[in-house]
């Protein structure tokens, strides 16, 4: 074989090209290629779009929640934990442990100037809320520095907006089950100042935790020597199934250990499901847009059925033609997956100013943090996950190439030119 008809040779390259830049009567095919080239690089560009937010969307909250909530809870059979430095103790023992603090939590309501709202107090001692990252590195100047007095707060930077109060302000806390006296049961009420503010960008956080310290939780909510339970984080929170085995044996035959699967089971279970059916309905727009190639080539291979005979008749293999058609197609499909794939991730790493860009020019707010939770819209690619949506695009295209060329390849050259 020579090197001029050889698989993919120069000549083939040049027809197919010649072929993708279509003449004015045939302009329609032309029009037919360029809409699969553009729903391709949407498809291709959607898909790597939807699934990186999705997947920044799990990881601000995965990172939030447990961050905030722990990854296990260590709680009393019974209920409340005593002796619970002890099972701290133990359980700090435990490999993979990294952080264990004793926690106090508690339903009451917040009123200041007259605004009332809902709030969950957490007792937590200034050692341990300094360690708890999530929320101390957002703490307003001088939060920590006042937080061991015992009639001061920290509360979110939403709930201070909401009660009209900032730091050195006082705010009432009523627990509803109070005291119990010869006249019944009476709420229990007190005020207390404004040490500080966090916000850790998780609305529903910001405006309904409340942190108190430890000993005046136990006071207020009538906790003697108990806690609710021992707030524990791991190394890996993906392994906290084996690792809760250890740390309620370490704890002993009176606790119980739930974990952030057993709390959150049901909602991170919704998201990764809606994160499966969106890329299963996402991967249409691109399998659209291979149809739309198959179309394309196939009105191709008819208007070139004469080109191609003569084609034929001057010596071109059926292997030639195919592959003539088969450059044509992909052509469109590489060039489509590559423009999709600049698009989607310029669009993945400019998200939050897109967004930003969007609201002021329509004046409304997108991505309302009031119902996502999250105060700014998160986008994370996985590597492996856009190089898949690329390898998918491509094998679409290919494969949608493959029936157009196979017939191209079949045309018998006297019935092509017999009315020719």
């Known amino acids: 074989m020579t090197a001029d008809t050889r698989p993919f040779a120069p000549f083939e390259w040049m027809l197919a090209l010649r072929y993708l830049r279509a003449k004015r009567a045939e302009s329609f095919i032309s029009v037919i290629s360029m809409i699969s080239l553009v729903g391709i690089a949407l498809g291709v560009a959607t898909l790597i779009i939807v699934m990186a937010v999705m997947n920044g969307f799990r990881h601000e909250l995965f990172s939030r929640i447990l961050g905030l909530q722990g990854h296990a809870v260590v709680q009393g059979i019974e209920g409340s934990l005593p002796n619970f430095d002890r099972v701290a103790m133990r359980v700090r023992a435990v490999p993979g442990v990294i952080r264990v603090a004793p926690i106090v939590d508690g339903q009451v309501i917040a009123s200041s100037g007259g605004s009332t709202t809902g709030v969950l107090v957490r007792g937590l001692r200034r050692a341990d809320l300094k360690s708890l990252t999530t929320v101390s590195k957002t703490l307003s100047e001088g939060a920590l520095e006042h937080y061991d007095s015992e009639d001061s707060l920290i509360i979110g930077s939403r709930l201070a907006q909401r009660l009209r109060i900032v730091p050195g302000m006082k705010v009432t806390l009523m627990m509803p089950r109070g005291d119990?006296?010869?006249?019944?049961?009476?709420?229990?009420?007190?005020?207390?100042?404004?040490?500080?503010?966090?916000?850790?960008?998780?609305?529903?956080?910001?405006?309904?935790?409340?942190?108190?310290?430890?000993?005046?939780?136990?006071?207020?909510?009538?906790?003697?020597?108990?806690?609710?339970?021992?707030?524990?984080?791991?190394?890996?929170?993906?392994?906290?199934?084996?690792?809760?085995?250890?740390?309620?044996?370490?704890?002993?035959?009176?606790?119980?250990?739930?974990?952030?699967?057993?709390?959150?089971?049901?909602?991170?279970?919704?998201?990764?499901?809606?994160?499966?059916?969106?890329?299963?309905?996402?991967?249409?727009?691109?399998?659209?847009?291979?149809?739309?190639?198959?179309?394309?080539?196939?009105?191709?291979?008819?208007?070139?059925?004469?080109?191609?005979?003569?084609?034929?008749?001057?010596?071109?293999?059926?292997?030639?033609?195919?592959?003539?058609?088969?450059?044509?197609?992909?052509?469109?499909?590489?060039?489509?997956?590559?423009?999709?794939?600049?698009?989607g991730v310029l669009f993945c790493e400019n998200i939050e100013s897109i967004r930003q860009f969007l609201s002021s020019l329509t004046g409304t707010t997108l991505f309302n943090p009031e119902i996502y939770f999250l105060s700014r819209m998160p986008a994370e690619m996985d590597p492996a996950e856009v190089i898949a949506v690329v390898l998918m695009s491509l094998t679409l295209t290919f494969l949608a190439t493959l029936y157009p060329s196979w017939r191209a390849a079949r045309l018998d050259p006297v019935e092509a030119l017999r009315y020719e």
Request: no cysteine; proline share 3%.
């Open 180 to 343: 119990v006296t010869p006249f019944g049961m009476t709420p229990r009420i007190k005020t207390y100042t404004v040490a500080g503010t966090f916000n850790i960008g998780m609305s529903e956080y910001d405006q309904t935790f409340v942190f108190m310290p430890l000993a005046e939780a136990q006071l207020f909510f009538n906790m003697g020597e108990t806690v609710n339970g021992l707030e524990t984080m791991v190394a890996d929170p993906d392994k906290i199934d084996d690792m809760a085995v250890s740390i309620a044996r370490a704890a002993g035959p009176y606790a119980r250990v739930v974990t952030w699967k057993d709390m959150n089971s049901t909602f991170f279970g919704a998201i990764q499901t809606e994160r499966n059916v969106m890329f299963l309905i996402l991967t249409l727009i691109i399998l659209v847009a291979a149809l739309n190639i198959v179309s394309g080539l196939y009105m191709l291979v008819k208007d070139k059925s004469s080109d191609i005979a003569i084609l034929r008749t001057m010596g071109a293999t059926r292997g030639a033609i195919m592959r003539v058609f088969l450059i044509a197609g992909v052509s469109i499909g590489v060039i489509g997956t590559f423009l999709g794939f600049v698009i």
